[in-house]
């Protein structure tokens, strides 16, 4: 592939690692070059000016701008790219749904393409003013350590694993682990923090490798301050779970894309109201677990949550799919079609 900036406008912090390592990934299959900016420089008066200027065409050199929110879309006008010439630029927006925020430089000739993470946003981005946004839903990257997470499910000793906001119910993990020990399951609460994003990422994923099912619920029955209002939309939290080889009980997500991209059985819907009632619900399924559910999960990730999916689809709009990525997602499939 010819010569590709990706610039990660992304914040830093341990829920956003696994989109930061995404664009690492994406990198080492492009031949790209990865430039993590400053977010706040994104949203300057400066920035913002610089955007209204004409866009230097031509030439090999892409870029693709991977953008927390939709302001972030500015990034690409900061100083260092201002000047920059690109023969195509594309934007993928992960936290699609702030449709108010949708910025002037994505309606402008500036970007050829961009992408959102659900098809419920395409309809609110289209009526902004966005010429035919695409789809790159959240995913994981299973395939890199695919034969490393199969090993892990026989030795799987925690029946359920707290992460991220809860409802009221469910938010205290000391009275939670109570009402699981009086069921018979073993409970894990908030995976601790390390000293840094990928220290505290990787206690997640240990958290995640000891674990047989996940607590997470959609906004809908678990807001906090600063979700959406109204929104739903799945997060890392589900589909690095699920490539684990762990199941999600709560409340999924009631999107499109998210009825798209999960399968039967990936989910559980719980009480999320009443925490004995929701988990005896958890007690009942996990009586039932066996390490080839969790494979079950990790082989279903892989077919539809592994990241080299999303990767095909961008790099297809961009005219040129890697030979790599060719070929280890004819690898990927026969592993998921073993099953």
Known sequence: MSSLDIIVAVPSGAGWVPVHAMADLLARYTGGTVHTVDVGASLSKETKLLARLPRLKGGSRRCVVIASDPGQLYAVAQRSFAFRRYGAIYGWVIDSFWDDRIPAISKSSVYDRIFVADA???????????????????????WSSFSERLATLPSKTTDLLRVGRQPAAYEDDEATARLAKELGLSFEGRPPFGANDRESAQHLQDSLNRAKFLLAFSTSVSPAPYTHPTKEYITGRWTDALASGVTVVGQVPNTSTVREILWDG??????????????????????????????????????????????????????????????????????YAAE
Do not use: N, Y
């Open 266 to 335: 990936a989910t559980v819907d719980i009480d999320h109201v009443d925490a004995c009632a929701g988990l005896a619900q958890v007690a009942e399924a996990a009586s039932r677990w066996t390490p080839e559910q969790g494979e079950r999960q990790i082989r279903r990730a892989l077919e539809h949550l592994d990241w080299r999916h999303r990767f095909v689809e961008l790099c297809g709009a961009m005219g040129e799919v890697p030979a790599a990525l060719k070929t280890d997602c004819e690898a990927m499939r026969a592993e």
């Open 120 to 142: 419920d946003d395409v309809q609110p981005w289209t009526a902004a003013g966005v010429k035919t946004p695409g789809v790159l839903p959240w995913g994981a990257d299973v």
